[in-house]
């Protein structure tokens, strides 16, 4: 049974993940430095203090992170709203779903609270969610289970009757730690096989999802 779905935000509801990735390829390399795919994909999933510490590791000790961090950010949002909120395939039709059949939704994001809201407000989605949550309001980030944890206690669910949907790894291995249920819906980069191995299923957009979720809730 099913009682609750949470939902990872960027790379899985909205197609944010390659604005975010040319604002970062833009900035880093107005800083002067050579940044790379290679690095970017290794902030999936993280939120943002993992990913500063990692700006001291791929450039240098004395990089003013957070500045470095503010300027994408801005850069990512000033792409977003000219080019478009990009809205994954299937969100509007699950959450339809989960709507009719009366299942709590949640989001749980890296991303910072004002940005979620933001982003949800951009896709006409306000109000749509039971719970909004951003990592950096508990210990620790995805891969840890905090997030999750935290918000299955919020909205009194048992980890057994939740399910969440994530697309990068990090996530992927926070729910598994967390011990519920996942369901992998790829974006920029494939999990590995091991850990797919231990999702639920791995889907090709949220569309595929809703019947797993049909067949959980009869």
């Known amino acids: 049974?099913?009682?609750?779905?949470?939902?990872?935000?960027?790379?899985?509801?909205?197609?944010?993940?390659?604005?975010?990735?040319?604002?970062?390829?833009?900035?880093?390399?107005?800083?002067?430095?050579?940044?790379?795919?290679?690095?970017?994909?290794?902030?999936?999933?993280?939120?943002?203090?993992?990913?500063?510490?990692?700006?001291?590791?791929?450039?240098?000790?004395?990089?003013?992170?957070?500045?470095?961090?503010?300027?994408?950010?801005?850069?990512?949002?000033?792409?977003?709203?000219?080019?478009?909120?990009?809205?994954?395939?299937?969100?509007?039709?699950?959450?339809?779903?989960?709507?009719?059949?009366?299942i709590r939704k949640a989001v749980a994001s890296g991303c910072e609270f004002e940005g979620i809201e933001r982003n949800l407000a951009d896709a006409g989605l306000t109000g749509r969610f039971d719970l909004l949550m951003t990592t950096e309001w508990v210990e620790r980030g995805k891969p840890y289970p905090d997030v999750f944890l935290a918000i299955c206690e919020k909205l009194n669910v048992d980890t057994s009757e939740a399910l969440v949907l994530e697309d990068a790894q990090s996530g992927v291995r926070a729910a598994l730690a967390a011990g519920i249920r996942v369901i992998n819906v790829p974006d920029m980069l494939p999990i590995p096989e091991d850990l797919a191995a231990q999702c639920v299923s791995v889907k090709e957009s949220l569309l595929d999802v809703i019947p797993y979720i049909e067949t959980e809730t009869e």
């Open 1 to 102: 049974m099913i009682k609750l779905v949470i939902f990872d935000m960027d790379g899985l509801m909205f197609d944010t993940e390659r604005a975010t990735y040319r604002a970062y390829m833009e900035k880093a390399a107005e800083w002067g430095y050579e940044p790379t795919k290679e690095q970017y994909l290794q902030f999936l999933g993280l939120n943002a203090q993992a990913i500063q510490a990692k700006y001291y590791d791929f450039f240098d000790k004395d990089i003013d992170a957070p500045e470095l961090y503010r300027q994408v950010g801005e850069r990512k949002v000033e792409i977003l709203r000219t080019e478009g909120m990009p809205i994954k395939k299937g969100l509007f039709e699950i959450l339809d779903v989960l709507d009719k059949k009366g």
